[in-house]
Nanobody, 125 residues
Framework: VQVVESGGGLVQLGGSLRLACTIS????????VGWFRQAPGNEREGVSA????????YYADSVKGRFTISRDNAKNTVYLQMNRLQPEDAAMYYC???????????????????WGQGTQVTVSS
């Protein structure tokens, strides 16, 4: 299984980025997918997750109303649209496939089996 994140970069305060996570070697429509982030010195935190069919989503309180998760199973890809980015959103963002079709809230890294290498998000003020 290979998980590859893309779309990170440098963005101005209040700007937007769209992250993509492409997963291969796995029947993606049987798995929930989550996004996590980790800033230097901090623990990895759950940002958002989506069930196998896209009907159930989870957002951390810190990103509700600003981030939107979606998926396209035909393309084996999950997206994270991030709007109104703030300095506290700067981190390495990781995508991970859950062991099952649904996730438990709040999401925790130990429930996710397959991880990517991450994509860096930097917010400039």
């Amino acid at each position: 299984v290979q998980v590859v994140e893309s779309g990170g970069g440098l963005v101005q305060l209040g700007g937007s980025l769209r992250l993509a996570c492409t997963i291969s070697g796995l029947t993606l429509n049987g798995h929930a997918v989550g996004w996590f982030r980790q800033a230097p010195g901090n623990e990895r935190e759950g940002v958002s997750a989506i069930s196998w069919n896209g009907r159930t989503t989870y957002y951390a309180d810190s990103v509700k109303g600003r981030f939107t998760i979606s998926r396209d199973n035909a393309k084996n890809t999950v997206y994270l649209q991030m709007n109104r980015l703030q300095p506290e959103d700067a981190a390495m963002y990781y995508c991970a496939a859950h062991s099952g079709a649904y996730y438990a809230s709040p999401i925790t890294p130990s429930d996710f089996l397959y991880w990517g290498q991450g994509t860096q998000v930097t917010v400039s003020s």
